[in-house]
């Protein structure tokens, strides 16, 4: 989290972006907090999961300056919104439908697949 609040501060301060971007950036964050106060209720602690498509946003946001470079910023927004978006659904997802908290979770479709063959 401290990572991503430096490097929104660098690129407030530095680069001026699009309306757009700043409303998309902060609904994924709203979506991230919802998503830690579900697992905060739930399962008394934050849960922050170690999904594929979280890994997917980490790395794209390491790469985003390079991106910046090769496609621009409104193309590198898109991606970054877009997949950041996704894995915060997925993450409410798992934390909602999941009976215990494993924050190595893979992914919503891994985890369905385990709570198949679950014996009841």
């Known amino acids: 989290m401290v990572f991503i609040f430096s490097i929104a501060m660098v690129l407030i301060l530095h680069i001026?972006?699009?309306m757009w971007l700043l409303l998309c950036a902060l609904f994924i964050a709203l979506l991230r907090f919802i998503s830690y106060e579900i697992g905060?209720?739930?399962y008394h602690t934050y849960a922050s999961l170690h999904t594929y498509a979280n890994k997917a946003t980490g790395a794209l946001l390491c790469m985003a300056p390079i991106l910046y470079c090769l496609v621009g910023l409104s193309i590198t927004g898109i991606i970054l919104c877009v997949v950041a978006f996704v894995s915060?659904?997925?993450e409410i997802a798992i934390i909602a439908t999941s009976k215990e908290l494993n924050r190595d979770c893979k992914?919503?479709?891994?985890?369905?697949?385990?709570?198949k063959h679950v014996k009841k």
């Open 16 to 18: 001026k972006l699009p």
């Open 40 to 42: 905060f209720i739930k």
């Open 88 to 90: 915060s659904i997925e």
């Open 107 to 115: 992914s919503l479709v891994v985890n369905m697949g385990k709570n």
